[in-house]
């Protein structure tokens, strides 16, 4: 493995503090080292007059595993004429557009400096795929966080009020499915979707369980905190994308309070609400349908034990998926597309349609608006992530746009007076008074510092420190002369100069030069033996699984390179 | 002492029972006995200890005859086949696992080949109806614990699928279904009185080649429309009560087979029974599944769809992008027009299930087979490189009809050392690579 020292960049590394210093980056073995660790031999990287930042991580994605692979089989039309042909000699084929194949996935994740995604929603059952797909994305070291929020054994230990039992079977769940956080998806709805009905408030009784999403949601973070994960609960509230839903939203959050992290691995939050963008609506009706982005975050400015990521709508033609199964049926009933769905025996359910997020038309441009106005509203940006809940609100190749937007007051505004509506949307929405910029180093807090230390592998990423994994990303951005048009703000994001993953110059310029083994990050938290919970798990797959118990667990095969995360809360 | 092996996955069909019990000989070589699996599935586990496995590669010699010869020597032939094919096809795949699916998908981009699957000739039409119409199914699971209304549409799982209705649909006692098939509804639409419309609540009978007026009917009735006296040979008021059944289930699937994809209508017919299905959702809730064949016929349609972006039909030609179309790229219409110059059968047999016409295009140019046993397209192909057998040779990720995967196991040692399709595929992609560099 080589050396290499990146010269004279201008550097962000929010957690060491560095803002746009002049400094140099050391690479060996891996590892960023201090320069002087380097031998004589080291290449020498010219980054002068670009942005040094570390390698990218993102937090919550759709990228890996049955449903974006219903995504993909279900639109064809996703690839017809929208994929690139193939260059360079390592690359293989890159398919697809919304829903990207595995290698497109891998490198054009990449291709952005990013070195770390989490895919977002893993069904316990359909693990094994999981991993296969991400053992097929190359490049990025990925993880996965398993759905919970409607699994039957939880909804009967947190009815009875059994935290410890929970915890318990949600350990060996994460150790079966190799997963990585507690992913909560509707809590409660998607059990009623087993009979077509849904859960809109946190306070509706789950069908025949009888117990409430708020109920879930607290047992969670219960579980969670006993478990003392490296991440928090990672939820997807109830009621997503309706209009007036953000009082549900206020409402959920509202559920943390009085919660703080018990955890070793430095996160302060004991609630992650993920694409905040779907749940920050007012009005009761499309009509009257409006930006509810700044009371939602004057709450969560004040509220310190949480974190968000924003969800934010590109206006581009997608394909939604989620575990939210009557969500998309929902959906299906609006745009009146295709709709495939897949209920998971047990555990969760998942819903597919294609959207088309038209730029002129109202509602999805408001909806664009508040997802920028959430990242502008924020205060802490440690607390706030960057994502497009790809592929829901947009393919996740569009981060550089969404970057140059909250850079630039101009790009957004021009876009913003360019839609046919635009009266209407000025007027159901802040963006248009908002005059914030967000500057690297916010940036750099939102893609990489931020995340990472949310999910509790800040001492892996999201920083230049020595020892830290070889992640860099080397932007041919000048932050001291900023161009005059805010578009090649998305190039240089869009298009690394350079790329290193594991101290391996991966991508040049947009070209993959080098596919280096990637990990699977999974967490193995050892809890006291209860047999009461083992004899649940045989008894409920004797009965009820149509698998058997000794093929549910995902193989070490499927995970070639693992980093595993051990926890020992017997201790 | 013999060794019971539990939890074993069946390649038989695309039910994917894996509770089946396997006792295997002291040194692991042989299958001695095999419980909990279906007549059918307990012979493929026996086969593999049939004696008389092939376990060389065997070549075609100027007077007909199959000479064995050295794994080396087939993977650099098979190699050098697919380099020098300006257009192979590869085709098969029902009976194997991902793995070997995922590196025959890497050799296929190397070769610049045409990728595609027995559903090209069995549940493709299935395919066209999703890309159409999308697909609202479940896992079979959920089927066993929820559903109080089950339809088998034109399959007859009491043959096809013998398993099926005792592990997923009819008769198993599942969570909210603690009566088993004493609270469940069987509606069974098919043509012939088959041993599925037997134990059903209600056979309808339709006139073959009519589903698709009758799901017409269906959708017409449930939309509160009226229908004629007499629809696809089925009286209105059955119609009027089955629709009623339908519509009044807590949770229904409606399982379709061959039957819908390959009399007139085709997709057409598929397309209008996802209609249907997405009908009753505004009503109660309603899934569809495909019966899918094979164990792992799943599995192409899945693996490809991440690795290329299509299920099937996948022609890669052009080398440095993928199109799908069938009709111009599936593997018998390629066949009968005579435009491929190689063909590779893996897992299936095309020599079986192919129109003699297509078949005697296909032999015009070099034919590799690659499977574990003797078979029409073993038998008239250049080269048959035998393989173990998956599921019993061999484990690995198998996608069951639901597209839940499996994991199997292996259960006893490859037979005389021969290798996976996996391995297989892999030698030949490093030998095609090593080729590429001399040249």
Known sequence: ?571 | MAKVITGVGCPYCGASCDDIEVTVSDDGTKVLEVKNACAIGNQVFHHASTPGRITSPRLRQPDGTYKEISYEEAIDRAARILVNAKKPLIYGFGSTNCEGMSAAGRVAEKAGAVLDNCASICHGSSFLAIFDNGYPSCTLGEVKNRADVIVYWASNPAHAHPRHMSRYSIFPRGFFTGKGHMGRKIICIDPRVTDTARVADIHLQVQQGHDYELFNAFRTVLHGGDIPDMVAGIPKEKILEAAGIMKKARFGTVFYGMGLCHSDGRNHNVDIAISMTRDLNEFTKWTIMAMRGHYNIAGPGVVWSWQFGFPYCIDMTKRDLVHMNPGETSSVDLAMRDEVDAFVNIGTDAGAHFPIPAVQHLKKHPWITIDPNICMASEISDLHIPVAVVGVETGGVVYRMDNVPIQFKKVVEPAGGILTDEELFDKIYERMCELDQEA
């Open chain 1, 1 to 571: 493995m080589g050396e290499y020292l990146i010269k004279n960049g201008f550097v962000f590394d929010p957690v060491q503090g560095i803002n746009g210093d002049k400094s140099d980056v050391a690479l060996k073995d891996g590892k960023i080292v201090e320069t002087t660790a380097l031998s004589s031999g080291a290449t020498v990287i010219d980054a002068s007059g670009m942005t040094v930042m570390a390698g990218g991580v993102d937090i919550h994605s759709h990228v890996a595993g049955a449903k974006v692979d219903v995504g993909r089989l279900l639109r064809p039309e996703d690839k017809l004429f929208k994929s690139p042909k193939k260059t360079g000699k390592v690359s293989r084929v890159e398919m697809g557009y919304s829903v990207p194949t595995t290698f497109k996935t891998g490198y054009d994740y990449t291709r952005m400096g990013y070195s770390f995604v989490m895919e977002a929603a893993m069904p316990p059952l359909e693990a094994p795929h999981t991993h296969e797909e991400m053992r097929d994305t190359p490049i990025i070291d990925m993880a996965a966080m398993p759905v919970y929020g409607n699994n039957w054994f939880m909804l009967e230990y947190l009815k009875n009020g059994e935290i410890e039992n929970n915890a318990a079977y949600s350990a060996w769940l994460m150790t079966a499915t190799k997963g990585f956080a507690i992913k909560v998806v509707n809590p409660g709805g998607t059990e009623a979707w087993g009979w077509g009905l849904n859960c809109t408030t946190i306070h509706d009784p789950v069908p025949y369980f009888d117990i409430t999403p708020a109920e879930i949601i607290k047992g969670l973070i219960e579980t969670n905190e006993y478990l003392r994960l490296p991440h928090s609960i990672h939820l997807h509230p109830n009621n997503l994308g309706n209009p007036g839903n953000y009082e549900t939203t206020l409402e959920t959050l509202r559920l943390a309070e009085g919660y703080s992290p018990k955890s070793d691995f430095g996160r302060e939050q004991v609630l992650h609400n993920t694409h905040l963008q779907f749940h920050s609506y007012g009005g009761d009706s499309w009509g009257n349908f409006e930006s509810k982005a700044k009371e939602v975050m004057d709450y969560v400015n004040q509220q310190k034990n949480l974190t968000i990521d924003l969800g934010c709508v590109t206006l581009d033609e997608t394909t939604t998926m989620t575990a939210d199964g009557p969500f998309e049926h929902h959906l299906n009933g609006l745009n009146h597309l295709k709709w495939a769905n897949t209920d998971v025996e047990l555990e969760t359910a998942a819903g597919v349609v294609p959207y088309v997020y038209g730029k002129n038309v109202k509602v999805c441009d408001i909806q664009w608006a508040i997802g920028l106005e959430i990242a502008l509203f924020a205060k802490d940006m440690m607390r706030t992530f960057l994502t497009t809940d790809h592929p829901n609100a947009g393919p996740f190749f569009r981060y550089p746009r969404i970057i140059k937007w909250l850079m630039s007051k101009q790009s957004r505004d021009e876009l913003l007076h360019s839609f046919k509506w635009a009266d209407r949307v000025i007027a159901a929405t802040n963006l248009e008074s908002i005059d914030r910029e967000m500057t690297f180093n916010e940036i750099a807090q939102m893609t990489r510092a931020g995340p990472a230390k949310a999910l509790g592998i800040a001492h892996m990423y999201g920083s230049l420190k020595p020892g830290m994994n070889g992640n860099v990303a080397v932007y041919n951005i000048n932050p001291e002369h900023m161009p005059a048009d805010p578009d090649e703000i998305e190039k240089a994001f869009l298009r690394a100069a350079y790329v290193f993953k594991d101290g391996v110059m991966v991508s040049r310029d947009g070209e993959i030069l080098a596919t280096p083994p990637k990990l699977a990050l999974w967490v193995n938290a050892k809890v006291p033996e209860n047999a009461q919970v083992r004899r649940d798990i045989y008894e409920k797959f004797r009965k009820y699984y149509s698998v058997n118990l000794e093929n549910y667990p995902v193989r070490d095969e499927l995970a070639p390179n693992q980093r595993v995360i051990e926890l020992d809360i017997t201790a």
